[in-house]
C-alpha cells in the first residue's frame, strides 16, 4: 500500500509540474516547472529498480540536467549573445529535452533500461512542456527549413531490432511533425498530439501484456488471432497509412502546407516520412507471414476482449472524422 501512494505521489507531482510550468508567466518560473519535473520522474523511472533502469536513470539526469543548465544560462544572458534572433538560443535547450536531432542520440540508449509505463510517459507526457514552452517563443519562419534538416533522424531506426528503440526513433520522427504544427497552428498541435498518445497507449498495451521486447519474439507471437491482428492495425496506424487513424494526424498538417502553398516543404516531409516506412514494415514481417501457425492461433483463443473493440475504432475513425469535416 505504501509503496502504491508513494506512485500516486510521485505521479500527481509530474502532472503538477506540468502545469506548473505551462501556465507561468515569466521563464524562470517555467524553468522551475522542468526542475521539478525532473526530480519527480526520476523515481518513476526507477519503480521497477534493475541495473539497467539505474543506468537509464543516470544518462537520463544527466542530460536534462545539461539542458536545463543551458537554458538558464540563454535565458540569463541573452544580451551577451550577439545574435539577431535570441529565441533560437533558448530553443536549443528544449530541442536537447525532446530529444529532436542533432541532440537526439541519447533517447534510443536511455529507453533500453526502461519498463514500459516509463516508456509510454517518455513518449508522450515528457513532451508537453518543452513544446509548449517553444510554442511561446516567436520563431522565424525560416526554422520550418531547419525542422525539415532534423527529419533526417528517419535512417538511424533502419538497423534497430529493439522496439523500445524503434518507437524511440518514431517518436523522435513524429516530434518534428508536432513541432512542425506549432510554427503552422497550435490547435493542430494539440490534435495530433492527442492521436499520437493514444495509438502509443495501445502499441505499448500490447507489447507491455505478451512481454515483447524485440522484433525476432513476433515469431512466437501466436498467443491470440485478435490481439495479432490488432498489433498489425497499430502499426499501419503509426505508421499513416490512409485507413487508419494515424493518417489523420499527418492529413491535417499536409492539408495546412497545401493551403499555404508550402509544396516544397510537403514534398520533402512525405519522402523524408517514406524512409521511415521500412523500419514499420520490418516490425508486421513476422506478423504477416506465418501462415503456417494461422489455424492455430485462431482455434486456440476465439474469444473476443472488449480491448479489441478499439481495433475497429482505429480503422473506422477516418471515415466519422470525413462526414464529421466535411
Known sequence: MNLNLTKMMFLILLIFSTLFSISSSNWISMWMGLEMNLFTFIPILNFKMSIYSIESTMKYFLIQAFASILLMIFMINKSMFFMINNNLLIILPLMMKLS??????????????????????MFTWQKITPMILISY??????????????????????????????????????????????????????????????LNLLIINILNKFN???INQLKFFNLNFFFKLNMIMMIFSIMGLPPMIGFLMKWMLIKMLMYNKMFMILFMLISLTIINLYFYIKMTYFLLFNFNLFNKWFIQNKKMNNFNYLMFLNFFSLFFNFFYLY
Open 212 to 214: 515483447i521486447n524485440y
Open 137 to 198: 517563443l516567436n520563431l522565424n519562419k525560416n526554422l520550418i527549413f531547419l525542422v525539415i534538416l532534423i527529419l533526417m533522424n528517419s535512417l538511424f531506426g533502419m538497423n534497430q531490432n529493439s522496439f523500445r528503440k524503434i518507437l524511440a526513433m518514431s517518436s523522435i520522427n513524429n516530434t518534428t511533425w508536432m513541432l512542425m504544427m506549432i510554427l503552422m497552428n497550435e490547435n493542430l498541435w494539440m490534435n495530433y498530439f492527442l492521436i499520437y498518445s493514444i
Open 100 to 121: 529532436i536531432m542533432p541532440f537526439h542520440i541519447w533517447l534510443p540508449s536511455m529507453i533500453e533500461g526502461l519498463n514500459w509505463m516509463s516508456c509510454f510517459l
